[in-house]
T-cell receptor
Framework: GQQVMQIPQYQHVQEGEDFTTYCNSS?????IQWYKQRPGGHPVFLIQ?????EVKKQKRLTFQFGEAKKNSSLHITATQTTDVGTYFC???????????FGKGTLLTVNP | ETGVTQTPRHLVMGMTNKKSLKCEQH?????MYWYKQSAKKPLELMFV???????ENNSVPSRFSPECPNSSHLFLHLHTLQPEDSALYLC????????????????FGPGTRLTVL
């Protein structure tokens, strides 16, 4: 079956530093989505990537989908305290419907 | 507010109790989901309903029984739970359609924090 790895599990940064989280799949994906969950909150959709090699930006956030459609990254430039939370990838794979969440990366930011 | 509501927000129950979690979506979506979120574990997909039909059951124990009377409402009936079932139970919905749900954006409710004593 499809195996998903998301790293790192935790990341603590000083405000202003950059942050990156990675998701890797053992199988080729049809799409990948990224979600953010604030402490005590629920996951909120950030973006979806569908095309091989796709790069999308949302202000300080940059999302990439690998050429082989097996991995993806979320990069935050110059973190702010409002970026605190857990970032999850949701991987959609194969011809059959199959959704798998990554374990998430908990980001904490020191002001 | 995402348009997905869940009640109750908190629930404490004994192992012999029977309770139900309710989810309602006001987005006109066709698919609804139940997830379990435990500490230090990834989100676990439990059930998926698409056009009121169950399309996914990820080997969930029978003490969890879902019900989807229509595309706007989803229930999770609980009975004889175990302490390890304590978790945040999240409901989500997505537009879906005849092509399926694999590429859908999901809209999550606030969750029900369940504690089993």
């Amino acid at each position: 079956g499809q195996q998903v790895m998301q790293i790192p599990q935790y990341q603590h940064v000083q405000e202003g530093e950059d942050f990156t989280t990675y998701c890797n799949s053992s199988t080729t994906l049809s799409n990948i989505q990224w979600y953010k969950q604030r402490p005590g909150g629920h996951p909120v959709f950030l973006i979806q990537l569908v095309k091989s090699g796709e790069v999308k930006k949302q202000k300080r956030l940059t999302f990439q989908f690998g050429e082989a459609k097996k991995n993806s990254s979320l990069h935050i430039t110059a973190t702010q305290t409002t970026d605190v939370g857990t970032y999850f990838c949701l991987m959609g794979g194969g011809s059959n419907y199959k959704l798998t969440f990554g374990k998430g990366t908990l980001l904490t930011v020191n002001p | 507010e995402t348009g997905v509501t869940q009640t109750p927000r908190h629930l404490v129950m004994g192992m012999t109790n029977k309770k139900s979690l309710k989810c309602e979506q006001h987005l006109g979506h066709n698919a609804m989901y139940w997830y379990k979120q435990s500490a230090k574990k990834p989100l676990e997909l439990m059930f998926v309903y698409n056009f009121k039909e169950q399309t996914e059951n990820n080997s969930v124990p029978s003490r969890f029984s879902p019900e989807c009377p229509n595309s706007s409402h989803l229930f999770l009936h609980l009975h004889t739970l175990q302490p390890e079932d304590s978790a945040l139970y999240l409901c989500a919905s997505s537009p879906a359609g005849l092509a399926g749900v694999a590429a859908d954006t999901q809209y999550f409710g606030p969750g029900t924090r369940l504690t089993v004593l």
